[in-house]
Every structure is written in structure tokens, then in C-alpha cells.
T-cell receptor, first 113, second 111 residues
Framework: DAGITQSPRHKVTETGTPVTLRCHQTENHRYMYWYRQDPGHGLRLIHYSYGVKDTDKGEVSDGYSVSRSKTEDFLLTLESATSSQTSVYFC????????????FGPGTRLLVL | QQQVKQSPQSLIVQKGGISIINCAYENTAFDYFPWYQQFPGKGPALLIAIRPDVSEKKEGRFTISFNKSAKQFSLHIMDSQPGDSATYFCAASYAGNQFYFGTGTSLTVIP
């Protein structure tokens, strides 16, 4: 998985609680992305980062926030989890000048009860 | 709405046969069209990609056919093998950062 780790790998939480997912890379790639994968929807981009402290919204950003204080870490926060945010979350990375070539992490399976 | 439409949802092919998965898009600003392969419990992995200035790209048993005027592109897997059984996603992007994925095709290759 191209030097990408995600933590936790599995999480069960309750509606209304905050949740933070972490993506860590050892590739020193500039770009990092958060996707969610749901049956019937494929993968949908939540947020992405094009550098430290530089982030932008994706297709389905409502209810999510991100932060990137170091090149290697990209955090995804669900401020107040809802059942509709039950999903598998994937982090991806790509390098400057080759940002179209994305490498995906192993995923985090999140269940919101 | 779905920016990239993918079909079929599932596909069963005999070993040695040809697997064909189709995708269509509307946004003519898209300038990069990758295909990803995903095995259960794993993240997607880039398989092959094409830009709209060529009509076909081949890598081993995998070929992308691209029809710019019809706004369609397809993945052909020749001599399909049981190890090719996976979920395949097409995608499209512009400016190298906004990616839109199809809904996926579950391919099963029967020995």
C-alpha cells in the first residue's frame, strides 16, 4: 500500500460523537486525499490537501473537516458522527508533477450506531 | 449526480474469455481517465490510465479504448484469469486533483 497507513482500521461509534481518522504516509508525497466508499456510489472525494495547511473540499465534504500540520499526516474529523457516515474511508496520496497517479491506503471501516 | 456512469454492475466470464467494462462521462473538462482494481479488504490500485488525445492504450492483457466524441471509455481484459476476479472502477479527473469514480464492476472469472 505504497507506504500508507490508516488508523484505526476499524471503529464503532455512536451517533453524535466526534471521530478522527488518521492517514500517515512515508513517501513524502505532496498530495493527500480522503475518500469514502459506499455500495452503489463507488469512491467519492471528501477533502484533499495539496500541501501542509493547504486543503480543499471534494464532492461530499459536508459534515467532515480535515487538517494537515505535517507532510506525512492527514486527519479526517467527523465533528458529530451520523449513521449516514457509516462507510469505508480510504486515504490516498500522489506526488507533485504526478498527482494523477494516486496510491490508496488499506482503508478504515467505520460504523456509526 | 453521478459524473461517471459505469456498467455492468457485475460480470461473470469464463477463464480465457474477454471481460469488457464500460464507462461514460459528461464533463468535457475531464483530461485523465484511470481504471482501478480492488481486491476484497484492500484499497484500490491503479491498473491503467489514458488521456483523451489517444484512442487506445494497451498494457499486457489490459486495454483501454477511448471514444472522445461519444464521451465513453472501456476496459478490456483479454484472456481473463481467475486472479483477475476483483472490483474494477473507472474514474475521471481534471486539473489532477478532483477525481470522480464510477460505481464499480464486480468481475468473477470462472475457472
Amino acid at each position: 500500500d505504497a507506504g500508507i497507513t490508516q488508523s484505526p482500521r476499524h471503529k464503532v461509534t455512536e451517533t453524535g460523537t466526534p471521530v478522527t481518522l488518521r492517514c500517515h504516509q512515508t513517501e513524502n508525497h505532496r498530495y493527500m486525499y480522503w475518500y469514502r466508499q459506499d455500495p452503489g456510489h463507488g469512491l467519492r472525494l471528501i477533502h484533499y490537501s495539496y500541501g501542509v495547511k493547504d486543503t480543499d473540499k471534494g464532492e461530499v465534504s459536508d459534515g467532515y473537516s480535515v487538517s494537515r500540520s505535517k507532510t506525512e499526516d492527514f486527519l479526517l474529523t467527523l465533528e458529530s458522527a451520523t449513521s449516514s457516515q457509516t462507510s469505508v474511508y480510504f486515504c490516498a496520496i500522489s506526488d507533485f508533477g504526478r498527482q494523477e497517479t494516486q496510491y490508496f491506503g488499506p482503508g478504515t471501516r467505520l460504523l456509526v450506531l | 449526480q453521478q459524473q461517471v456512469k459505469q456498467s455492468p454492475q457485475s460480470l461473470i466470464v469464463q477463464k480465457g474469455g474477454i471481460s469488457i467494462i464500460n464507462c461514460a462521462y459528461e464533463n468535457t473538462a475531464f483530461d485523465y481517465f484511470p481504471w482501478y482494481q480492488q481486491f476484497p479488504g484492500k484499497g484500490p490500485a491503479l491498473l491503467i490510465a489514458i488521456r483523451p488525445d489517444v484512442s487506445e492504450k494497451k498494457e499486457g492483457r489490459f486495454t483501454i479504448s477511448f471514444n472522445k466524441s461519444a464521451k465513453q471509455f472501456s476496459l478490456h481484459i483479454m484472456d481473463s484469469q481467475p486472479g483477475d476476479s476483483a472490483t474494477y472502477f473507472c474514474a475521471a479527473s481534471y486539473a489532477g486533483n478532483q477525481f470522480y469514480f464510477g460505481t464499480g464492476t464486480s468481475l468473477t472469472v470462472i475457472p
